[in-house]
């Protein structure tokens, strides 16, 4: 037996790292996003590393994301609480350069890597705030939910999309719909 790979995505602002930050207060392994430490890390050379060169960027951030990946394989099986929640995935880190409209081939790396499910969230203005690391406005969340929905979809990795609700609801209904579909 082995856990199971789940990525938690959706567009910029949906809640992702709050309900990251929650399973992994219910005891579940995480893997948590790096975007943003890349992204504070560009801030004190004074540039956004992403819009100077999103090809180097995205590169960085592939693989790591890749590493994550693969060192998620080296955790060993609880049968209690068999999955492993990563925040965003592999298939991300192309969903917004399709966003951008920057041509990268990534046919074979989407196949390489495939999750056992992605749980998608909805673009959410409520929750949405805009900072110092988040550039897209909630219109481009909303583009960007698509990008990354057709993205998952494209590389045949099932999804479900989540409702709008408290974190602590989607987290339950995310474990629940889990449980259930093993």
Do not use: C
Request: hydrophobic fraction near 35%; proline fraction near 2%; aromatic fraction near 16%.
């Amino acid at each position: 037996m082995r856990n199971k790979k789940i990525v938690i995505t959706g567009g910029p602002g949906s809640g992702k790292t709050e309900i990251i930050k929650e399973l992994e207060n219910r005891g579940y392994y995480v893997k948590h996003e790096i975007v943003r430490i890349l992204y504070k890390k560009g801030k004190k050379k004074g540039v956004n590393a992403f819009k100077k060169d999103p090809f180097e960027f995205s590169e960085k951030l592939l693989e790591y994301r890749i590493n994550q990946f693969d060192s998620s394989s080296k955790i060993n099986y609880n049968i209690e609480k068999p999955y492993i929640f990563f925040d965003r995935g592999i298939h991300d880190t192309f969903a917004y350069l399709n966003f951008l409209k920057k041509n990268y081939n990534y046919k074979n790396i989407i196949f390489s890597f495939s999750y056992d499910f992605v749980f998608l969230l909805n673009p959410w203005k409520k929750i949405y705030v805009n900072d110092n690391e988040r550039m897209e406005s909630f219109s481009d969340s909303r583009k960007l939910f698509n990008s990354i929905k057709l993205i998952y979809s494209e590389a045949k990795i099932k999804s479900k999309i989540i409702l709008n609700d408290s974190v602590e609801n989607r987290v339950d209904y995310i474990i629940n719909y889990l449980n259930h579909i093993q």
